[in-house]
């Protein structure tokens, strides 16, 4: 019968398709990984890996194996998990993914009380593009991530959190820079700047200028909201940014105009995922009631959502 470790070295592989990043990642030789799969093949009596000297890649059938593999080494964490709860009470480690468009701007905010009300929790954070947030979360990668609405995974589940602003920015020079407050007439053949493809900010803003009228900057994608920063105060173009950024990176600062938008409802909506499967379903549910509460007292730009 095939060990956890060897099913554990194979979604390695098939994740890496590399023999030396993957045993690297599982911190053996390369020589132990590949010997330890061979046994596995010789244990199934199935061919799972195509090795050449272009490289290394999963048969159709071992990329199948693979993906149960995930499955069940989820499940064994899982019942490791449930029994240390019940012995223990919770302590140890939470694999939290956030994007990196809210988690600089939101965690500060949280972690100290979140530390203060669970002393015995680590927490380990990630940043990673929305797009892959909610697949990394079904692998087991991610036990909770924050990410922004729309997500329909009937396997997930997901407590809204609050609703964002977006704000609009331009260099202090621009035409816009003297409105009182900026229409959706005032945005008709604008230049505007947005997050490169995989962040929800780029769709997002993609609709809006969509609606508006206004010219999508496609050749000046931003990789990062201090790149958008940036780009806004050269005078590229102007820029839809979240209330909270604004909060942490602009504040006062005179680099950039923040303008009055009277347009309603340009806003994101920010969840709480976790695996249905999740032995800590409970732990989560209060995680996600102490964001609301912090939300609520010390985040006045956010718009919290009723539980």
């Known amino acids: ?27 053996v030789t390369q020589p132990t ?74 965690l500060p905010h949280i972690v100290p009380k979140l530390h203060a009300e669970y002393p015995s929790m680590n927490l380990y954070v990630r940043e990673e593009k929305p797009v892959s947030l909610a697949q990394q979360l079904l692998s087991g990668k991610h036990d909770l991530a924050i990410v922004p609405m729309p997500i329909t995974r009937s396997d997930l589940v997901i407590q809204k959190l609050f609703e964002e602003p977006l704000r609009l920015v331009c260099a202090p020079d621009h035409n816009l820079a003297s409105n009182k407050a900026v229409t959706k007439n005032d945005l008709k053949s604008e230049r505007v700047l947005a997050m490169e493809s995989g962040h929800h900010l780029h769709d997002q803003v993609t609709r809006l200028c969509d609606v508006f009228g206004a010219t999508l900057l496609r050749d000046y994608e931003g990789t990062s909201l201090d ?35 009277n347009i309603s409802n340009i806003r994101r909506s920010i969840a709480l995922a976790w695996r249905q499967s999740s032995v800590h379903a409970s732990l989560f549910n209060d995680i996600a009631h102490l964001i609301r509460i912090i939300a609520k007292q010390d985040l006045p730009e956010l718009i919290v959502t009723p539980e």
């Open 1 to 27: 019968m095939p060990s956890l470790r060897q099913l554990e070295y194979l979604v390695a592989l098939s994740q890496e398709l590399h023999f030396r990043r993957a045993a690297e990642r599982m911190n």
């Open 33 to 106: 990984l590949s010997v330890q799969l061979q046994h596995l093949e010789k244990e199934l009596g199935v061919a799972l890996i195509e090795r050449s000297h272009s490289g290394v890649m999963l048969t159709p059938l071992g990329r199948e194996v693979a993906a149960r593999a995930i499955d069940v080494l989820r499940g064994v964490q899982d019942i490791q998990d449930l029994a240390h709860i019940s012995a223990n009470g919770f302590e140890g480690t939470i694999r939290l993914g956030v994007p990196p468009t809210l988690g600089p701007y939101l």
């Open 227 to 261: 790149t958008l920063r940036l780009m806004v105060g050269m005078g590229v173009g102007i820029a839809f940014l979240p209330a909270l950024y604004i909060r942490s990176e602009i504040g006062t600062r005179d680099e950039l105009k923040v303008l009055d938008l």
